[in-house]
Nanobody
Framework: QVQLVESGGGLVQAGGSLRLSCAAS????????MGWFRQAPGKEHEFVATITWNGLVSDYADSVKGRFTISRDNAKNTVYLQMNSLKPEDTAVYFCAARSTYYSSILYRTRGDYAYWGQGTQVTVSS
């Protein structure tokens, strides 16, 4: 069982930056693939980024490539999402998610791939 707690959301002007953090409980964090998703009002959950258990491979949605960076620190049981050049359309609740992968390097991009979810953190980008 993994519990996830996001932080770092807030209000920022367009062009600004935020760094989201997701702290995980449990001793097996280093074996989990991690992902970030977001949900804007009235819209479905949208994949944002994912990273393998060892942090060596990552993938992004086309809408955030070149602006967002996912990373992890397994010693701190934390995954991060650095968001630069923010746009109003990035406004959403951002969720982190985890799934056990037994050291696989598969990248997981869909909501159903993940077993554990945080409660979300609001990001609002003003124009």
């Amino acid at each position: 069982q993994v519990q996830l707690v996001e932080s770092g959301g807030g209000l920022v002007q367009a062009g600004g930056s935020l760094r989201l953090s997701c702290a995980a409980s449990g001793r097996t964090f280093s074996t989990y693939a991690m992902g970030w998703f977001r949900q804007a009002p009235g819209k479905e959950h949208e994949f944002v980024a994912t990273i393998t258990w060892n942090g060596l491979v990552s993938d992004y949605a086309d809408s955030v490539k070149g602006r967002f960076t996912i990373s992890r620190d397994n010693a701190k049981n934390t995954v991060y999402l650095q968001m630069n050049s923010l746009k109003p359309e990035d406004t959403a609740v951002y969720f982190c998610a985890a799934r056990s992968t037994y050291y696989s390097s598969i990248l997981y991009r869909t909501r159903g791939d993940y077993a554990y979810w945080g409660q979300g953190t609001q990001v609002t980008v003003s124009s």
